[in-house]
DNA sequence: CAGGATCCCGCTCGATACTG
DNA sequence: CAGTATCGAGCGGGATCCTG
């Protein structure tokens, strides 16, 4: 598996290429849709769960914490009565946005195609 | 499930962004593997087989005949005494390739600032 | 509001064996 | 060489409940 390694039983040889591990970046299912809502600016846990209905609190959460941990964005606790939480891209991980755009362009041409 | 809507148990409304749909093309662990290893030229089954060592042969198959039906490499059969087929990105899936070489550049930096 | 804990499901993938 | 068929495993994910 080389959007993500962790089996230690894996006995096959590691790919030469680093694809695989920069592809872990935007892998799972969800995470190119986080980092596509926070594009326009930071937002808060429940605006990106209104961004992208169908995920789940957990998963979110999951993905934020990878992406966080990644580099891609950061995390801002406001120490606000109700608490919220901002999440913003980095630097780094606004880079990602142009090859998003690009794919979702593709993406968009190749689906045109279909339809006919 | 953004990638690939096949359930209609699915009881969420469809994400308005169509990124979700863009994303397929390189949904699966290993399409982006694929346009990878095909951005160079053209390549047969086995030649992909090689350059992605832990892909099993029903995966890349299944891979390829998705990655085909969607436009974004073509197959073609040579008929020759030992049946060769070859495998080529079409014009959008040549357009692809910038999009990912953008990712593995991002994916490095944020790889180096991890391991310091 | 932000998210952790738990349970369960199903898709994707790998291994192996087999075909043209 | 270029696949397909079958089997089984594991991880990602959804639903729900619960906490600070």
Same mark, same amino acid.
């Given at each position: 598996?080389?959007?993500?390694? !962790?089996? %230690?039983?894996?006995?096959?040889?590691? &790919? /030469?290429?680093?694809?695989?591990?920069?592809? #872990?970046?935007? @892998?799972?299912?969800?995470?190119?849709?986080?980092?596509?809502?926070?594009?326009?600016?930071?937002? !808060?846990? %429940?605006?990106?769960?209104?961004?992208? &209905? /169908?995920?789940?609190?957990?998963?979110?959460? #999951?993905?934020? @914490?990878?992406?966080?941990?990644?580099?891609?964005?950061?995390?801002?606790?406001?120490?606000?009565?109700?608490?919220?939480?901002?999440?913003?891209?980095?630097?780094?991980?606004?880079?990602?946005?142009?090859?998003?755009?690009?794919?979702?362009?593709?993406?968009?041409?190749?689906?045109?195609?279909?339809?006919?």
């Amino acid at each position: 598996m080389p959007l993500k390694v !962790r089996k %230690n039983k894996s006995p096959s040889p590691p &790919p /030469p290429c680093m694809l695989s591990h920069c592809m #872990a970046v935007i @892998s799972g299912a969800w995470a190119a849709n986080v980092i596509w809502s926070l594009r326009a600016g930071p937002r !808060r846990f %429940n605006e990106l769960r209104t961004d992208i &209905p /169908p995920i789940s609190a957990k998963v979110l959460s #999951a993905r934020l @914490s990878e992406l966080e941990q990644r580099g891609v964005l950061s995390r801002n606790v406001q120490p606000t009565s109700p608490p919220s939480v901002e999440y913003a891209l980095t630097d780094l991980g606004g880079e990602l946005v142009p090859a998003l755009e690009a794919i979702v362009e593709v993406g968009h041409r190749l689906k045109m195609r279909d339809d006919g």
